[in-house]
């Protein structure tokens, strides 16, 4: 049996070692011998430019400078015949009216009375009190971060002023203690 599979080994390599001498002698060895391939007799150079003229062109357009002749170049039509003679023209600056900023919004006003503050209890957080200035109105008693009339936020309550934000605008404003009249 060692005999037999030794013969097949040898077969099956003689047969590859046929395959690629056929293969090497239709394909590459026919064109070799024939003129297809390369020869000195059909050798010529190719077609090259002298860069040496591109290279010295290029170094002089880069020592250039550009001097206006009072045309500008980013618009396509001709020059005015009269503009042509004359040469540059200096222009000056026109100065437009331009729109100004809108003012700046007046402070917002806290239409209640800022008549007093308290501690409850003592050393607690303070309390502003707020009142409608018509009639009898109920008396608003808040602290800092509350928000009175659904949109002013109180900020701080100070001995003699209240500062607050109207959260629809986001402006600041303040509003200072009233004192009562002396009877």
Do not use: C
């Amino acid at each position: 049996m060692a005999g037999t599979r030794q013969q097949k080994e040898l077969i099956a390599l003689a047969s590859l070692v046929v395959v690629a001498a056929s293969v090497w002698y239709f394909h590459l060895g026919k064109s070799a011998a024939t003129s297809e391939g390369f020869s000195a007799g059909n050798y010529s150079q190719i077609n090259a430019q002298d860069y040496d003229v591109i290279i010295k062109g290029l170094a002089k357009a880069q020592g250039t400078d550009y001097k206006s002749a009072g045309r500008n170049i980013f618009v396509m039509t001709a020059v005015p015949v009269e503009a042509a003679k004359a040469g540059p023209v200096k222009k000056s600056f026109v100065v437009y009216n331009q729109p100004q900023p809108p003012a700046p919004p007046a402070p917002p006003e806290l239409p209640l009375v800022f008549f007093g503050y308290g501690m409850l209890p003592a050393g607690g957080a303070r309390q502003a009190f707020l009142k409608e200035p018509t009639g009898d109105a109920p008396v608003f008693i808040v602290s800092e971060g509350d928000v009175v009339l659904n949109h002013y936020r109180i900020l701080h309550i100070g001995n003699d002023k209240i500062e607050f934000e109207d959260t629809v605008t986001g402006l600041k404003g303040s509003k200072n203690l009233e004192t009562a009249p002396a009877a």
